[in-house]
């Protein structure tokens, strides 16, 4: 039997194991934290349950495919449910607005808060944004990208012909609608990836599709429930997971993977190692040296979390909440050109505890707020941190005396769990770091992969998981199923 050691029990990890196990190897995970999971973390406090990272389940496809080749029912494990509206905007000007994949509604919230005369274009751009993204889903995103001639084939260039995939999204948002509020709404989700809009592709648009188009969904207890389910299933399949366990080196011979060194000097056999650390991270410490190490990344932002214990009810809330800045584009310019942290900062908060009670005590909120924030090259949030909270908690209208704990989480942090400069989500999706100029899930050794949210295709879990999919491919067929 073929052994596999997976470094991380991130979504990525996990989900490669649960597939490798399922097909016959023998798998073994090492995770350094005393969670598995990586950044969908979950934090327990006070009586106060809090999803510490992804707050948002979109693109269920991936997720579907993984429980169908695995040969589960996804509902035997994960109770899904579609959270509608899909958030509430406060606009910097005092609109308040709701957010939803249901057209009809849309149609009238956009006819009552925005104007009439928006409709139309707002029916045209979902039109467009659905055409473009089941065109390049299959075309662009789930694809082994072996050289740039998988890139320019007749079909894909007639896409990017077709649907000017390479043009601005900011601007072309703003061909669609006019209003500058329903152009930041049909154009902010690109920070999900931590790209300014204004520099983001019309590709990017799929983000907005996803999240106006096919809804914003969630497991019922959490976030955590789906790396707990995937790993609950890697194990029903035969595989160790096992925790506090932090591998230091991966071992090449003869260039070709060999195993692993755990940080206790302890070497592991094994015949085939996948990388679920970042993937700057896992050239430069973990693998011997090679000119990926010296590869420049660009970065996406971070984030800055606070995870606030809030002892009454916030009635104006939903589950999910985006606050404009009043100068969105100024926030995006400190933001993104000055890596400094936005003086009126943009930010998005999440209250669990509307869709699962059991999250907070009676009468209480778990308010969760994330700030995007330069990374580790920009300005420090540690120190910018008490002035953010202050703008959440004047903008939220939170009383102080019903503050019962704020936990926070900064760039620091973020880098400390092995995200290179603490870039919370990953290597940034600029044009030559997408697609196949992204790092592919293929090292330049044998038998050694990457999998997770820094590799092709990308950052979020749809992509996580569809990069699972592309290692186990690669894997099962080159060496075939075992079972
Ligand atoms: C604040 C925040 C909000 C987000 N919101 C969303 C959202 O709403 N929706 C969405 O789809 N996505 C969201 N994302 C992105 C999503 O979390 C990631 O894309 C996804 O979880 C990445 O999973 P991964 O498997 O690549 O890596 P990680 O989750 O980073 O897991 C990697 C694991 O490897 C472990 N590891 C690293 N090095 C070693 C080592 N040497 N030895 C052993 N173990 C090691 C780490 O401890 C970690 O557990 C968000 C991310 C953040 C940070």
Same mark, same amino acid.
């Given at each position: 039997?073929?052994?596999?050691?997976?470094?991380?029990?991130?979504?990525?990890?996990?989900?490669?194991?649960?597939?490798?196990?399922?097909?016959? +190897?023998?798998?073994?995970?090492?995770?350094?934290?005393?969670?598995?999971?990586?950044?969908?973390?979950?934090?327990?406090?006070?009586?106060?349950?809090?999803?510490?990272? !992804?707050?948002?389940?979109? $693109?269920?496809?991936?997720?579907?495919? /993984?429980?169908?080749?695995?040969?589960?029912?996804?509902?035997?494990?994960?109770?899904?449910?579609?959270?509608? !509206?899909?958030?509430?905007?406060?606009?910097?000007?005092?609109?308040?607005?709701?957010?939803? !994949?249901?057209?009809?509604?849309?149609?009238?919230?956009?006819?009552?808060?925005?104007?009439?005369?928006?409709?139309?274009?707002? /029916?045209?751009? $979902?039109?467009?944004?659905?055409?473009?993204?089941?065109?390049?889903?299959?075309?662009?995103?789930?694809?082994?990208?072996?050289?740039?001639?998988?890139?320019?084939?007749?079909?894909?260039?007639?896409?990017?012909?077709?649907?000017?995939?390479? =043009?601005?999204? #900011?601007?072309?948002?703003?061909? +669609?609608?006019?209003?500058?509020? /329903?152009?930041?709404?049909?154009?902010?989700?690109?920070?999900?990836?931590?790209? =300014?809009?204004?520099?983001?592709? #019309?590709?990017?648009?799929?983000?907005?599709?996803?999240?106006?188009?096919?809804?914003? #969904?969630?497991?019922?207890?959490?976030?955590?429930?789906? !790396?707990?389910?995937?790993?609950?299933?890697?194990?029903?399949?035969?595989?160790?997971?096992?925790?506090?366990?932090?591998?230091?080196? &991966?071992?090449?011979?003869?260039?070709?993977?060999?195993?692993?060194?755990?940080?206790?000097?302890?070497?592991?056999?094994?015949?085939?190692?996948?990388?679920?650390?970042?993937?700057?991270?896992?050239?430069?410490?973990?693998?011997?040296?090679?000119?990926?190490?010296?590869?420049?990344?660009?970065? =996406?932002?971070?984030?800055? $979390?606070?995870?606030?214990?809030?002892?009454?009810?916030?009635?104006?809330?939903?589950?999910?909440? &985006?606050?404009?800045?009043?100068?969105?584009?100024?926030?995006?310019?400190?933001?993104?050109?000055?890596?400094?942290?936005?003086?009126?900062?943009?930010?998005?908060?999440?209250?669990?505890?509307?869709?699962?009670?059991?999250?907070?005590?009676?009468?209480?909120?778990?308010?969760?707020?994330?700030?995007?924030?330069?990374?580790?090259?920009?300005?420090?949030?540690?120190?910018?941190?008490?002035?953010?909270?202050?703008?959440?908690?004047?903008?939220?209208?939170?009383?102080?005396?019903?503050?019962?704990?704020?936990?926070?989480?900064?760039?620091?942090?973020?880098?400390?769990?092995?995200? #290179?400069?603490?870039?919370?989500?990953?290597?940034?999706?600029?044009?030559?770091?997408?697609?196949?100029?992204?790092?592919?899930?293929?090292?330049?050794?044998?038998?050694?992969?990457?999998?997770?949210?820094?590799?092709?295709?990308?950052? *979020?879990?749809?992509?996580?998981?569809?990069?699972?999919?592309?290692?186990?491919?690669?894997?099962?067929?080159?060496? *075939?199923?075992?079972?």
């Amino acid at each position: 039997m073929k052994t596999v050691v997976i470094v991380g029990a991130g979504i990525g990890g996990l989900a490669t194991a649960a597939r490798l196990a399922k097909a016959g +190897y023998e798998v073994a995970v090492f995770e350094a934290r005393a969670q598995i999971g990586g950044r969908i973390g979950e934090l327990r406090r006070d009586g106060y349950r809090f999803d510490t990272g !992804p707050t948002l389940l979109m $693109m269920l496809e991936p997720l579907e495919r /993984l429980f169908q080749d695995l040969h589960r029912r996804l509902e035997d494990y994960l109770d899904l449910t579609l959270i509608d !509206p899909s958030y509430r905007v406060y606009f910097g000007d005092g609109t308040v607005f709701d957010s939803t !994949p249901n057209i009809a509604r849309m149609v009238r919230e956009i006819a009552r808060k925005i104007s009439p005369d928006e409709v139309a274009g707002y /029916l045209r751009l $979902m039109a467009d944004l659905s055409g473009m993204y089941h065109a390049v889903v299959p075309a662009f995103v789930r694809k082994q990208y072996d050289s740039l001639a998988d890139l320019f084939s007749p079909y894909q260039v007639g896409l990017l012909v077709r649907h000017r995939l390479l =043009s601005n999204l #900011w601007r072309r948002v703003g061909q +669609y609608v006019r209003d500058p509020r /329903l152009r930041m709404l049909f154009s902010f989700q690109t920070m999900y990836l931590g790209l =300014s809009p204004k520099e983001a592709l #019309w590709v990017f648009g799929v983000l907005t599709y996803m999240e106006s188009g096919e809804g914003v #969904w969630y497991p019922r207890g959490g976030m955590h429930r789906l !790396p707990e389910a995937i790993a609950q299933i890697a194990q029903e399949e035969g595989a160790r997971i096992y925790l506090n366990q932090r591998i230091a080196e &991966v071992l090449i011979e003869e260039g070709r993977a060999a195993g692993v060194r755990l940080e206790s000097g302890e070497v592991l056999k094994a015949d085939i190692v996948v990388i679920n650390a970042d993937v700057p991270t896992a050239y430069r410490e973990l693998l011997p040296p090679t000119p990926h190490a010296q590869r420049h990344y660009k970065n =996406s932002c971070s984030a800055l $979390m606070f995870y606030i214990g809030y002892t009454a009810p916030l009635p104006h809330q939903l589950h999910h909440n &985006v606050y404009f800045s009043r100068d969105f584009e100024a926030n995006l310019r400190e933001l993104f050109e000055q890596n400094r942290i936005p003086s009126d900062p943009s930010f998005y908060t999440c209250l669990s505890n509307r869709t699962d009670p059991d999250d907070a005590p009676t009468g209480c909120e778990n308010l969760y707020v994330l700030v995007p924030v330069p990374n580790l090259t920009g300005e420090d949030a540690r120190i910018a941190a008490p002035r953010v909270l202050e703008t959440v908690i004047e903008r939220v209208g939170l009383q102080r005396e019903r503050i019962q704990f704020v936990q926070t989480c900064t760039p620091h942090e973020w880098h400390a769990m092995g995200l #290179w400069q603490g870039a919370a989500f990953g290597i940034a999706h600029t044009f030559f770091q997408s697609t196949a100029f992204r790092p592919s899930v293929q090292t330049p050794f044998r038998n050694c992969y990457l999998v997770g949210a820094s590799t092709q295709p990308g950052n *979020g879990i749809p992509m996580t998981l569809i990069s699972a999919e592309l290692v186990a491919e690669r894997v099962l067929g080159r060496w *075939g199923r075992k079972a």
